[in-house]
């Protein structure tokens, strides 16, 4: 299993930097047009959030992606303010909004939007990915950090809000001052992302801890 240290982050976000496979253009974009140029048009956030799904792998619909648009632009979810806060309960926001829709809460690309727009744009660390590989393995490191059971035992990590997932995803940074929300959580999904295999067997282990 990889062990949570700095030079393994750093490892990580070297391989991320350079992988064509993980291009950076919504940073690029984002930093453009947004920080630069204070382009807050729904072609700039629409592209954004595009880039993001496909930069991290995450299999989101036209649909989700446009509806994901039309939350940031409505003036009364105070989406940037609230991406600037760190204000959590955004994330739940953004599914309630997509499900209300006929459409599938996609807690990946919520996070995912949430958690890059608040590094790039406020150069903040307040969100983390809630993404299925995260989840997979984070019981793993939940066991082998000694966190206290009630806390995240017989809990399905699917099914949690965002605020909840968070709480506990905070029980191992807590544990690992070292690595900021950011690092942790990219060196998590980009060590067991492609790795299926190694992913049951964490779930499995957490079970023996």
């Keep these: ?4 240290t700095k030079t393994n982050s750093e490892i990580v976000e070297h391989e991320l930097a350079n992988d064509i ?9 984002c930093e453009e047009l947004i920080k630069r140029n204070n382009d807050f048009s729904s072609e700039t956030f629409n592209i954004i959030i595009h880039r993001i799904a496909i930069e991290n792998s995450t299999r989101s619909s036209k649909k989700t992606i446009d509806l994901l648009t039309d939350f940031a632009l409505n003036s009364e979810n105070q989406f940037l303010q609230r991406v600037k806060k760190g204000d959590l309960t955004l994330v739940d926001d953004i599914t309630d909004y997509l499900f209300k829709n006929n459409n599938r809460r996609d807690k990946s690309l919520a996070s995912k939007v949430c958690r890059y727009l608040n590094e790039w744009l406020f150069d903040k660390d307040d969100f983390t990915i809630n993404d299925s590989v995260v989840r997979k393995v984070l019981p793993y490191y939940l066991a082998y950090y000694k966190i206290e059971k009630h806390y995240w035992a017989n809990k399905n990590l699917d099914k949690l809000t965002y605020v909840e997932f968070f709480a506990i995803f905070e ?19 980009y060590s067991y992302k492609n790795d299926n295999i190694r992913s049951t067997i964490a779930a499995s282990l957490a079970k023996h801890l």
Aim: proline share 6%.
């Design 1 to 4: 299993m990889v062990k949570l």
């Design 21 to 29: 496979s993980y291009p950076q253009k919504a940073k690029k974009i």
């Design 171 to 189: 029980k191992i940074k807590e544990k690992l001052p070292e690595l900021t929300r950011h690092e942790l959580d990219h060196l998590l999904w």
